[in-house]
């Protein structure tokens, strides 16, 4: 049965296979904001957060980014009050190494026993026996790469994960990285008006790693009237400029996994339809040298 996009407009961005085996529809959604101020303790609205994980996979969404460090473990939870028993579709990727000791407080553990414990953690507040994806938040400089890379490999033999990720990333420390064990992804700092992290994602383009843009919503300056984002908009409809970034991702590389997040419906809403967003060829390049 063809599938309704105008009920499941996530479906419109298209497919990925992460790690070659695991397939999510390209647009996901990043579970960070679902926490309180800080990205520490719960939400001040706990049932809107579990609407806003439950319309998500309404309208399509199969991909959803979350980690340990967010609430701590306030976001991994949400998700299973939300959504377990999970579909066979959908695919959840969580996080460690990243440390707490407040809001707004983030500190790079490594160490192979404190990522183990972690994992364990995640296992059981998420409810999976296996978790899909499972990304080194930080490289932590005080302890050995092949020390925390090592461990994950061991949770991936014992079939605690099943694909390793890494997250803010250099080129080199990718192909360090690579060194020790397989890497199916690279989650950093990326968006339309910040892309500093260009060279990784085209190494990533070129290796078939999947790549995972944070903070993907920024428009800065050309959100202003009469900007170039204007002129596009009236083009689609009214594409808000949010919509417009996420469309100018998701064009940019076919290994692009946009995961933007947010704590209310009706802007959940607005992200996901900008996978319906189609940008001509010259919409694509004005925007890409406006920024």
Known sequence: MATDLSKQPAKASGTYRIGGDVTVDRLGYGAMQLTGPGVWGDPKDPAEAVRVLRRAVEMGVTFIDTADSYGPFVSELLIREALHPYTDDLVIATKAGLSRSGPGDWRPLGRPEYLRQQCELSLRHLGLDSIPLYQLHRIDAKVPLADQLGE???LREEGKIRHIGLS???VEQIEQARAITEIVSVQNLYNLVNRSAEDVL??????????????PIATGELARPGGPLDAISTEHGG?????LALAW????????LPIPGTSSVAHLEENVAAAEVQLTDDEFEALSKAS
């Open 249 to 256: 991702l998701l064009r940019r590389s076919p290994v692009m």
């Open 202 to 215: 085209d190494h990533c383009e070129r290796n078939d790693l999947a790549f995972i843009p944070w903070f």
């Open 239 to 243: 594409a808000t400029p949010a919509q």
């Open 152 to 154: 994950l490999a061991l």
């Open 168 to 170: 803010e990333v250099s």
